[in-house]
């Protein structure tokens, strides 16, 4: 499956702040088969891995991203 990046956005944390020494997030809005998903990861990787609107992304880097490895990002 291929996801295309609709927005990329500020996680939200609700009416609780971010803990104190917690990574900031990223909110991931993503398209796939008609439906949009959404999955936050940490800013300082999305900026290391300079996502954007448009691009698309494999089951696999989806995975990666999450799990904070960038797997098969370059």
Do not use: H, W
Request: charged share 30%.
């Amino acid at each position: 499956m291929q996801y295309q990046i609709e927005d990329i956005l500020e996680a939200d944390f609700g009416c609780e702040e971010r803990e104190e020494g917690a990574p900031l997030l990223c909110c991931l809005v993503l398209s796939a088969d008609g439906k949009r998903i959404y999955r936050n990861i940490p800013d300082e990787l999305a900026r290391k891995c300079a996502l954007a609107k448009g691009i698309v992304l494999t089951e696999e880097e989806l995975r990666g991203l999450e799990a904070g490895t960038a797997l098969g990002i370059d």
